[in-house]
């Protein structure tokens, strides 16, 4: 729940609630992306961006390599799986 | 090296605990006066005992793990408010799957579920949110809890309610703040830190600034770290070359993903939908002034506090449990009577046990043989 994962933003879903399709190792889920958008920059441009994910935010962007670094990290710690475990079994999905 | 195969780039490895050792006798440290380098956040932990760290380091460095996992500190009283909230017969209770399982005076929330209550899993609050959108005539609660890494998304989510007027969804605010918690650590008696290994995600949100008391009050470096090992080993690196140096500085060894400011956006939320509270109640530590964020009476219609007029109660943590001494650095996970044998991931009965970030279960999981044998040791040395 604190280490996040690394997601990439494929699809902005939202406008006005500020949501985006992320895609984490071949999971797609529906993320807020408010905290890493700068001012007066539009949500589009996100796209092809990669984030970190934490509890469905994106919450600081990294760069392509550093997420797949991190991803392979997260899969040796068990997190990435935890993760995407909590993803798919959430109660409702957004 | 056992584990050295494992690193991302095993050279790099080798040369950092090269780099360690060179370091480490350079400070006059023993293994009777060891440096104690704690690590804040449970995430460092869980990397640190996944990578069997900590054996592999000089015994002249000893690594104390912090009270740095949110599951790990909440106190019984809160659990039992919980379940006190979802036992309500229109009450759709819902959390991260870590708080599922925390014991509570009369049990978890897992258990309240298994009796009837309606008890859901959330990935996200933003799911919660969702659930309350699709279930117009049931209330929806959605347990808050977490440092500054999991505040931002409790705050956007009532935001996102407030701005849609979701009026049957509201926030059991639990979130707890990191800073009062590490000054209370450096204002302990027993206190023997010699230099922090900074939370990684917590610093993404604040920044790097509130910690700079560290550095000056109390003249501890803190070096805010990345969660790979070698982010982890370059970060023991850079807080002994501060000690060397006779500097107490506040670095940042992990800026590929913490800027030095924060995170503006989210530091916004915070400060539109929380407050301090005046204390709250650690599992273990025991009150902290200022430790914890309630909302703001702004929001008083989505507060779960106020809707359901929560008792906060204090209840005493079983007396054999040793969490406190535990989370302080006082003792080791091995140390506590119930380690192993009465308390266990499967049978929790201190929350250190519970979640993967826990000290105790990560000791267990990790380093249980070696534990075991350190205790035995323990026990005839106490003999
Ligand atoms: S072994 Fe259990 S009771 Fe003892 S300190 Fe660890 S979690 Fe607490």
């Known amino acids: ?94 | 090296m056992k584990y050295a195969d494992e690193f991302r780039d095993p050279v790099l490895a080798k040369a950092l605990f090269a780099r360690i050792e060179e370091l480490a006798a350079k400070t006059g440290a023993t293994k009777k006066k060891p440096l104690n380098f704690m690590e804040v956040c449970g995430g460092h932990t869980h990397s640190i005992f996944r990578y069997g760290l900590e054996n592999l380091l000089p015994d002249c460095i000893d690594l104390i793990h912090g009270p740095g996992c949110p599951v790990c500190v909440l106190p019984m009283g809160i659990v039992d408010d919980c379940v006190e909230i979802a036992q309500n017969p229109n009450v759709i209770f819902t959390t991260y799957g870590d708080a599922m399982r925390v014991p509570g005076s009369k049990g978890s929330l897992l258990a309240a579920k298994s009796e009837g209550a309606d008890v859901r899993m959330v990935y996200s609050p933003l799911d919660a949110l969702e659930l309350a959108r699709r279930n117009p005539d049931e209330e929806v609660v959605f347990f808050g809890l977490g440092f500054e890494t999991t505040m931002p998304s409790s705050a956007f989510t009532i935001l996102e309610a407030e701005a849609e007027g979701i009026e049957n969804f509201s926030l059991f605010c639990n979130h707890i703040t990191i800073i009062p918690t590490i000054k209370a650590i450096l204002d302990s008696p027993d206190m023997r830190i010699d230099g922090f290994i900074g939370p990684g995600h917590v610093s993404m949100v604040i920044g790097q600034a509130p910690y700079e008391f560290i550095a000056e009050r109390y003249n501890r470096p803190l070096v805010v770290a990345g969660f790979e090992p070698l982010d982890i080993l370059q970060t023991i690196v850079m807080l002994l070359e501060q000690i060397i140096d006779g500097r107490a500085e506040i670095e940042n060894q992990y800026s590929r993903v913490v800027p030095d400011g924060g995170n503006d956006n989210a530091l916004g939320a915070l400060a539109k939908v929380f407050e301090l509270r005046e204390f709250f109640e650690w599992r273990g530590l025991g009150s902290l002034d200022h430790s914890g964020v309630r909302m703001r009476p702004e929001y008083a219609s989505f507060d779960a506090e106020i809707k359901y007029k929560t008792q906060n109660l204090k209840i005493a943590d079983p007396k054999s449990c040793q969490c406190g001494e535990v989370l302080k650095g006082v003792i080791k996970p091995w140390e506590c009577k119930l380690f192993g044998d009465v308390c266990n991931p499967e049978n929790p009965v201190g929350a250190l046990m519970v979640s993967s970030e826990g000290s105790c279960s990560a000791y267990y999981q990790y380093a249980g043989v070696r534990s075991k044998a350190l205790r035995v040791e323990a026990k005839i040395a106490a003999s």
């Open chain 1, 1 to 94: 729940m604190c280490l996040g994962i690394p997601g990439k933003i494929v699809e902005i879903t939202d406008e006005t609630r500020k949501l985006a399709m992320v895609e984490i190792s071949g999971v797609r889920r529906q993320v807020n992306v408010a905290c890493i958008l700068k001012e007066g920059e539009p949500l589009s441009s996100l796209i092809g961006e990669w984030s970190l994910i934490h509890v469905g935010f994106a919450m600081s962007r990294i760069n392509e390599e550093e997420a797949a670094e991190t991803l392979k990290v997260l899969i040796m710690l068990g997190e990435a799986q935890e993760e995407i475990r909590a993803m798919r079994e959430s109660a409702v999905q957004l």
